[in-house]
Every structure is written in C-alpha cells, then in structure tokens.
C-alpha cells in the first residue's frame, strides 16, 4: 500500500481547520486548569475538610487515586488529563477515522474519486496516513502544552518520566479509537455520518473504566474498556512503560487498521 500525494494534500487542507480548532480548545482547557492549581494549594487544609465528607468512590471516578493526588502537581494534571485528552482526544480521534472514508459515500464524491487513477489501497492508506498524524500532532501540542503548564504553576520538582509514560499511553489509547473508527466506517453498509455513534460508544467504554475504578467494585470488567488499559497511577514510585499494554494497544491498532483496509478493498462503495 503507498500514499496518493494529491488525495494526502487534499485531506491534510480539509482536515486543518478542525484539527487547529480541536488543539486550541484541548490544550486551553489543560492550561487553565492547571492554572488552578496553586488556588487548590492555597485551601489546602479547607480541601482536605471537604474530602472527608466526600465519598472516595467519588473522587476515584474523578480520577484521583487519593486525596494526595489533588495537591500533586503531576498528580492534578493526570487527573484533568483523563477526561481532556483521554476522552476528548479520543473522540476527536475515533470521529475523525470514521468520518474521513464515509464521507465520500454520504458527500456523493465517491464516484469522483473512484474514477480517478488511483485504487482502494492508497485511498485508504492515505486517508489513514493524514488521520493517524492529525492523531499525532493533536498529541504532541496537548503534551508541550501539558509539559508548559506543569512547569509553570509546579509547587516543586516533578518527575518527568511518569509524565512522558502517561503521554505515550495518551497517545496509542487515541490510535487505537482512530482504528476503531476506521473499522467502523467500513463495516457501515448505508453511508451516514455517525457521530454521535463514535461519541455514544466512547462514553460507554469510558463509564466501565470509571465504575472500575470505585472502591468496592471486583472484578476485571474494567479491562473491557480500552480506557482501562492505560495506567493512570502516576504517582506510583514504579510507575513506567508496562510491555503488555504497550503491546496490546500496538496489536489491536494493527489489526484494526490492517482489518478495515481488507473489509475496505472488497465493500460495495455506494455512488
């Protein structure tokens, strides 16, 4: 499979704007928050008071492990991050993908493009090529800017591994809902966006991993969502790259992706 030049320039053009918007309202949202963060330092002991009288069941479906995390620079920052680049960059992801073939089909452009001199294979090797580096850079920006802001409202030295760990994690948790995206779009027998499928499906696999994370709740149902799979303990002193997570994301990108460019070369493209 190789990339079309002309069809990657004509996506890379349709695709900046959303990914210029999707960046400046991911990393906004990240620094003002953490701008917060010497406020939350500021009431300490007034914190601690509320957390007593807050279920911790509550604060772990948050996203803090502790009461600790809360005045913990990288600690706050990871807590924001599950829901900034976590959810949102995974849906900005999966709705990409997904959107990205299907709309030549609803957008009636299909037969144009199938017209052209180039096949299946790079139609789709390409439009998964600028999807995957929008992927990319929305994560490089939200990580500087994360990086930026840690280092400006720090209340003192943070580690910068378990900060690049969880950035990864960040990183193939967004890829792996791009190939799933993909997967969608080709399993779509009548051509129509779905958005709000991508979005629905996200937040479901997002409530699992938020109910698996409350005190009380057994089992390992949790690792059915992909949001699961991440380590988010990054406060833990031997906190770092777990090989099998690593490679479960690495597989199922694989697969996924490698699936919907078979599906993709033998589905009936509507005209």
């Known amino acids: 499979m190789t990339v079309n030049r002309i069809l990657f320039n004509m996506e890379l053009r349709r695709n900046a704007r959303t990914l210029v918007l999707w960046s ?8 003002f928050t953490m701008s917060l963060f010497h406020s939350v330092l500021e ?4 914190i601690i008071g509320m957390a007593k009288i807050v279920p911790m069941a509550a604060m772990k479906a948050r996203g803090f492990g502790s009461i600790n995390d809360i005045f913990s620079g990288l600690g706050f920052y990871a807590a924001n991050n599950i829901v900034y680049m976590m959810l949102l960059g995974s849906i900005y992801a999966m709705v990409l993908c997904s959107t990205i073939l299907l709309k ?8 144009f493009l199938m017209s052209r001199p180039i096949s299946r294979d790079e139609i789709f090797m390409s439009k998964l090529t600028l999807a995957f580096l929008n992927i990319i850079f929305l994560n490089l920006v939200a990580g500087l800017i994360s990086l930026l802001s840690l280092e400006t409202f720090k209340s003192g030295d943070f580690m910068i591994r378990p900060f690049l760990v969880f950035t990864m994690y960040t990183l193939l948790l967004n890829l792996f809902f791009g190939a799933l995206g993909f997967l969608v779009a080709v399993l779509i027998k009548r051509a129509r966006p779905v958005t709000f499928f991508c979005v629905g499906l996200i937040l479901v696999f997002y409530f699992l991993f938020t109910i698996s994370r409350i005190s009380g709740v057994k089992g390992n149902f949790g690792y059915l969502s992909p949001f ?6 990054v406060l833990n002193p031997v906190y770092g790259p ?13 697969l996924l992706s490698a699936g919907s460019g078979f599906i993709y070369r033998k589905k009936d493209i509507l005209t």
Request: hydrophobic content about 55%; aromatic content about 18%; proline content about 0%.
């Open 242 to 254: 777990e090989l099998w997570r690593i490679a479960i994301f690495l597989v199922m990108i694989v």
């Open 228 to 233: 699961k799979w991440v380590n988010v303990d």
């Open 104 to 111: 030549e089909e609803y957008g009636r452009t299909a037969e």
């Open 24 to 31: 400046f309202i991911i990393s906004a949202l990240i620094f």
């Open 43 to 46: 009431y300490h002991q007034q």
